[in-house]
């Protein structure tokens, strides 16, 4: 029997932004933005790539395999590239000269998760990681001072650990744990849908105490929580992706709210049977009004207003995966594995333009983008 998301659907509510002011926003994209992502290059060729707001290429760096996400250090000297889970590599880069500074393995007996971040001072580190002999997730600490020796670990407090992100308060890192437990020498396959227990923790980062966990019903058990996006208010949105049957109708997306309640978004059933069940990013843009989640399985961006939960509309673009926030409030940057790259405006009526560069154009972009604002 499909799940009722109508018992708790927020509503399209799209005429309540009529009212909403023009975002502003550059005449034309500033160069002193750089956008960073994994991408591949024919059969079996993967790299880092980044670019400015113009769709110059500034970097090029090849991988040994696909990556999935990428972290900037705050300096912007150095950037690292996740291997796409259950690898075991990452890879630090020097974003100057666009060459390889080290390679990095994950922890003895763990795989990495996809995904890391960068303290506010670039001293530290912070990679999520699988350990399927424990079924329990971590974080492991490395001092970037040290050529990122791993200086401690601490749970995740949850199993299958994926994004994870700094909290508004700048001590607690989020972690969206996807409650799905895979064995790496098999590849991705869950083995554990019946009992998955999906959560988004908050843990100090200073001792790696949980400070707060975020549960789904029980009848919801099946969305594992995969990432994440800080928005207005402080507030936490998380995309997820749904390991039970097609034709259940369930939420994709929520935000928590500062008092730790969670709301569960909706969307008009066009868009939901769209998506697939399958969310592959999520952001907020400059301003943190508008949250976005891309459904590539769907070929489409959804977007909603943050502070009401109000569902906004759709913007189409084929396998568009990758989101990032701009330096303009209400604009956002979409990527896809088709080699499209554009820049899209969130109040409605929706609409967004291309960056027209044949080098942006010559690739598969990977699952995500990282900004950082010279």
Do not use: K
């Not at 002193?32 to 970097?59: C, H, I, K, P």
């Not at 630090?92 to 303290?119: C, E, L």
């Amino acid at each position: 029997m499909a799940i009722d998301r109508r018992t708790f659907l927020l509503g399209s509510g799209a005429a309540l932004l009529a009212a909403a002011s023009r975002p502003a926003r550059a005449a034309t994209p500033p160069i002193e933005e750089t956008f960073f992502s994994g991408r591949a290059e024919g059969a079996n060729r993967f790299q880092v790539a980044a670019f400015d707001g113009a769709g110059n290429m500034l970097l090029e760096c090849a991988l040994p395999a696909r990556c999935h996400a990428v972290a900037v250090r705050p300096d912007g000297t150095e950037c690292v590239a996740v291997a796409r889970r259950p690898g075991t590599f990452a890879v630090v880069i020097d974003v100057a000269n666009g060459t390889v500074r080290q390679q990095m393995t994950s922890t003895r007996g763990r795989t990495f998760a996809g995904h890391a971040i960068f303290s506010a001072d670039g001293r530290w580190l912070f990679l999520t990681e699988d350990d399927s002999e424990l079924g329990e997730g971590f974080v492991s600490v490395r001092d970037v001072q040290d050529a990122y020796r791993i200086a401690r670990s601490f749970r995740t407090h949850g199993v299958g650990p994926h994004e994870l992100l700094w909290a508004a308060d700048g001590r607690t890192i989020a972690v969206a744990n996807g409650g799905i437990l895979i064995n790496p020498d098999s590849g991705r396959a869950p083995l554990n849908i019946d009992t998955m227990q999906p959560s988004l923790a908050l843990i100090d980062a200073s001792d790696g105490s949980l400070q707060h966990a975020v549960h789904l019903s029980a009848d919801l058990h099946q969305l594992s929580i995969r990432h994440l996006a800080v928005i207005s208010g402080g507030r936490l949105a998380f995309g997820m992706q749904y390991q039970g049957p097609l034709v259940d109708d369930v939420p994709l997306a929520g935000i928590v709210d500062p008092d730790g309640s969670v709301r569960l978004l909706g969307m008009p059933d066009e868009f939901q049977s769209r998506t697939q069940q399958y969310i592959g990013s999520v952001t907020a843009d400059a301003s943190g009004r508008w949250l976005a989640a891309s459904a590539p399985r769907g070929g489409i961006v959804l977007v909603w207003e943050a502070e009401t939960g109000a569902f906004v509309g759709g913007i189409d673009i084929a396998d568009g995966c990758g989101l990032s926030r701009t330096s303009s409030d209400g604009e956002l940057l979409l990527t896809s594995g088709a080699g499209v790259v554009e820049r899209a405006i969130c109040e409605a009526p929706l609409r967004s333009r291309r960056i027209e560069s044949a080098a942006l154009a010559d690739g598969q972009w990977d699952n995500h983008v990282a900004f950082r604002q010279a």
